[in-house]
């Protein structure tokens, strides 16, 4: 039977600082038990995310209406996702058009949203044609920084995924992610959980 790993990364809100963690996220320890505590991850006191115009061109006509409406009612992702019963991370990649949405996603998004349920019908039935929404290497520094943590820990990783598992790969597709938003005397810190099926190479 295959095992799923889990890598987290957590990152302090800090120019530079990206401190990877073990593939378990590691609890504090006793002494820091009290001061670290895990928020939850959309804060009322932050704005919402809106649609980058730059990115429409490369986005399916389902995305300019789902944020649009996401505006208006003024949600955050974790909002709708609450809602919906999905990950709210998940729910934004429905959002650039990168997750398939179900039948049951698309009438609660027509309920939380107010968009009529024929057009969602309209706009996100069908398949997604994922990747096309940011050139590679990315250019937007927040993503580039994920990207960089790739270019930094890859092969470690690597070595790691290997040891533990053996010759094979961590799918993205039986996958999943959240993140947390963890807070300590040090300050903010991002925690990012991958957990993708562990997929052994084929003999033949």
């Known amino acids: 039977m295959s095992r799923i790993p889990r890598l987290a990364f957590s990152t302090r809100i800090a120019p530079r600082a990206i401190v990877p963690v073990a593939s378990s996220?590691?609890?504090?320890?006793v002494g820091h038990t009290a001061a670290r505590y895990f928020h939850p991850t959309a804060m009322a006191s932050y704005p919402i995310a809106t649609l980058d115009a730059s990115l429409v061109p490369r986005l399916p006509p389902s995305s300019p209406?789902?944020?649009?409406?996401?505006?208006?009612?003024?949600?955050?992702?974790?909002?709708?996702?609450?809602?919906?019963?999905?990950?709210?991370?998940?729910?934004?990649?429905?959002?650039?058009?990168?997750?398939?949405?179900?039948?049951?996603?698309?009438?609660?998004?027509?309920?939380?949203?107010?968009?009529?349920?024929?057009?969602?019908?309209?706009?996100?039935?069908?398949?997604?044609?994922?990747?096309?929404?940011?050139d590679m290497p990315p250019k937007e520094p927040l993503i580039y920084r994920l990207y960089e943590i790739v270019q930094n820990y890859g092969y470690a990783y690597k070595a790691?995924?290997?040891?533990?598992?053996?010759?094979?790969?961590?799918?993205?597709?039986?996958?999943?992610?959240?993140?947390?938003?963890?807070?300590?005397?040090?300050?903010?810190?991002a925690v990012i959980t991958l957990r993708g099926k562990w997929l052994p190479y084929s003999r033949f």
């Open 65 to 134: 209406t789902l944020f649009e409406a996401k505006k208006k009612k003024n949600l955050s992702f974790e909002a709708i996702a609450k809602e919906v019963g999905r990950e709210e991370v998940a729910i934004a990649a429905m959002f650039y058009g990168q997750a398939q949405a179900s039948p049951e996603d698309i009438e609660k998004l027509s309920q939380v949203l107010d968009i009529p349920v024929e057009t969602l019908e309209s706009q996100l039935s069908g398949y997604p044609d994922r990747g096309r929404t940011m």
């Open 25 to 29: 996220f590691v609890r504090p320890s």
């Open 160 to 189: 790691v995924l290997n040891e533990k598992f053996g010759d094979g790969i961590m799918s993205a597709i039986s996958f999943s992610t959240k993140v947390e938003k963890e807070t300590d005397e040090k300050g903010d810190w």
